[in-house]
């Protein structure tokens, strides 16, 4: 026994009394892609574990084996209370199947392990906290086989020593814990919500001057009197562009204050930090907490009260409004810039400062170096960067003194409506009021936050059900010429021309082609996986595998599962392909609508196209023009890709 209590047992001390309690997933070739289907007994790979003790499972991307497949797969299917391991790579990833899981069963990859915890012996909530603290997660790492992939097998999670407390004690612990994460996933939803509310009141008030615009024109502000009253009703000229009366011009240093104090965390090899890297940011904005042994360089302590801005890459958005708590120790990479709002100005009006498109533009032309990983804007160029200096009490002004403070129970119908009103009455210099897809948008955000708090027992209505979606408007897309098209393809190299290629040639979403693995190009097809809705079930298309795409193909390694390995930032690469080729910027989506808009001009029937994109509805086609077939349409594209 330990202390208070607690006593050291192994996994298999644990385990239930039922057979394969402890066991690894299917030998690979028994559940290969060619067993996949677009529905049956979802199988669990490393892409739904994570190391964020938050997400106990990513519950879509999944593919399917029929039922009658699963069966052969008795040993590997998981329930509820059910804890899974990764095998190979990320070994430290766990994942529990609860009682928020989508399927009553799923089947683990050949690269997972389950673990079915006796219940009179072990909460399985509890379990899984213990798994992902950072000292089982240690004794993971410290267990990995090899070097460049490592493992972790049966045996070692069978004989994994651990120290636990009696039964009540740890439900008691789970249940505080899982009660908290409850709470966090709320408030990360409604801050989320606040956030694009607080971006959108920036930009019409900061960037826009929509209050001022309408006092002038002799128009109702659509704001609070008190708040009204603090806008001027006239502009005045200056070098840079008109401006509210009694504005100034200043620079960011005005607004903010430079903070740096380095730190060298390998001073305190066994002490815990609070690790705000480029990384972590990347990997979903969550610092990682690691001992000073595993931080190998120099860093820049985090104080409260900052916006963390990198200055790396900055064509890349990273703009991190972090909180640090009292007993943290935090520190960041120095290819951040720690800016500390100077009063009136807060942290939420710099957030929103520097992620606005005005700025964003600016500090991309700041940069020095030469070579991609070396392109980087100087604090000092940064400091000295043009910024409007409002009048202090409209800076001061609550953004949101309606909803300030209230519980969520006291949220009504008539508030919501109300706010959505003022958002379509914002305007701006192209148009008046945001498109009804952003209203429907802050409508779903909103009803997906209070069905949660439903859910919780929380509330008891979801004020957000009595108001209706509006009608969408259609608006012309931008379609990149081939011609254009063609300068991007001529400015990328190796791995990035092909993924660009296999996007125009198969016509898919860049998501469903950064997901595709080998095991997915068949000596016929190609076979992209979507999905409807966020957690709907994932579909298989089958795109025909055309001359062109079958040769670029064997451009590429093939020593990965997945077919483009690695490729964390495809935005930031197609805006510096566009840079590079003296081109438009166009996104990822625009190649899409580029092979449907050639396929279409070339006679292809629409139903081939649909078929193409994966569509499953094209009821409102009316006229279907001469059959190329779907093969046909591919090749098409790969005729006029050559040129």
Not at 110 to 135: I, R, V
Not at 375 to 396: G, S
Not at 477 to 501: C, E, N, R
Request: proline content about 5%.
């Amino acid at each position: 026994m330990g202390v208070e209590g607690w006593q050291e047992v192994t996994v298999e001390d644990l385990k239930a009394p039922a057979e394969n309690a402890l066991a690894t997933g299917p030998f690979g070739s028994s559940i290969s892609s060619r067993y996949f289907r677009e529905h049956g007994i979802p199988v669990i790979r490393g892409s739904n574990l994570s190391e964020d003790v938050g997400t106990r499972l990513i519950d879509d991307g999944f593919v399917f084996v029929s039922e009658e497949k699963a069966v052969e797969f008795k040993r590997s299917v998981v329930r509820r209370g059910d804890l899974i391991f990764t095998c190979w790579g990320t070994i430290n990833q766990v994942g529990l199947i609860d009682s928020r899981a989508k399927y009553s069963e799923y089947i683990i990859s050949n690269k997972q392990m389950k673990f079915t915890a006796d219940p009179g012996k072990a909460d399985s909530l509890f379990l899984y906290y213990l798994f992902s603290g950072p000292q089982m997660q240690n004794a993971i790492k410290n267990q990995g086989i090899g070097s460049s992939v490592p493992g972790f097998n049966l045996g070692q999670l069978k004989s994994l020593r651990l120290k636990i407390p009696q039964l009540a004690e740890q439900n008691a612990i789970a249940y505080i814990l899982g009660t908290l994460d409850d709470k966090i996933d709320l408030n990360r939803r409604m801050n989320e919500t606040l956030e694009a509310m607080a971006r959108t009141i920036f930009k019409s008030w900061f960037v826009d001057f929509d209050p001022v615009r309408k006092k002038a024109d002799g128009r109702d502000p659509s704001l609070p009197k008190a708040i009204a009253d603090l806008f001027p009703d006239c502009f005045r000229k200056t070098a840079l562009e008109d401006i509210p009366a009694q504005w100034e011009v200043g620079t960011l240093s005005d607004i903010a204050a430079l903070v740096k104090e380095p730190i060298n965390p390998l001073d305190n090899p066994n002490e815990e930090f609070l690790h705000f890297s480029i990384p972590a940011f990347d990997e979903g904005q969550q610092p990682k907490r690691e001992h000073g042994a595993a931080i190998k360089s120099l860093k820049f302590k985090v104080p409260d009260n900052i916006v963390l801005l990198s200055k790396l890459n900055p064509e890349i958005e990273r703009v991190w409004l972090v909180d640090v708590g009292t007993l943290d120790r935090a520190v960041c990479s120095t290819e951040f810039l720690i800016l500390r709002p100077k009063p009136p100005f807060s942290r939420s009006y710099l957030y929103c400062l520097t992620r606005s498109p005005r700025f964003r533009s600016e500090i991309e032309g700041l940069v020095t170096g030469t070579s991609k990983s070396h392109q980087r804007a100087q604090a000092d160029a940064v400091l000295d960067m043009v910024a409007l200096l409002p009048q202090p009490k409209i800076v001061e002004a609550k953004w949101f003194a309606q909803w300030n403070g209230l519980p969520i129970s006291r949220i009504k119908p008539e508030m919501i409506q109300e706010h959505l009103e003022k958002r379509k009455s914002l305007t701006n210099k192209k148009r008046k009021g945001v498109t009804n897809v952003t209203i429907n948008l802050d409508l779903t955000i909103l009803k997906s936050i209070f069905n949660f708090a439903r859910r919780k027992g929380w509330i008891e209505k979801n004020p957000c059900d009595q108001i209706s979606k509006r009608p969408e408007e259609e608006h012309q897309k931008y379609v990149p010429s081939i011609q254009d098209f063609q300068k991007v393809l001529g400015a990328a190299k190796g791995g990035d021309k092909v993924l660009l290629q296999v996007c125009f040639l198969t016509g898919g979403r860049i998501s469903e082609v950064l997901n595709l693995r080998w095991e997915d190009i068949t000596k016929d097809d190609v076979i992209l996986r979507s999905r409807k809705h966020r957690y709907g079930d994932l579909r298989a298309r089958h795109i025909p595998l055309s001359t062109a795409l079958k040769e670029a193909f064997t451009r590429l390694p093939h020593n990965e599962e997945h077919v483009f390995p690695r490729r964390t930032y495809p935005r930031a690469l197609l805006i510096r392909l566009c840079k590079q080729a003296k081109v438009r910027r166009f996104t990822w989506h625009c190649i899409r609508h580029l092979s449907a808009t050639i396929l279409s001009n070339d006679n292809t029937p629409l139903l081939d196209i649909s078929q193409l994109l994966g569509h499953s509805d094209v009821t409102t086609t009316q006229i279907y023009l001469r059959s190329l077939g779907l093969k046909a349409a591919t090749e098409r594209l790969s005729d006029i890709l050559k040129g």
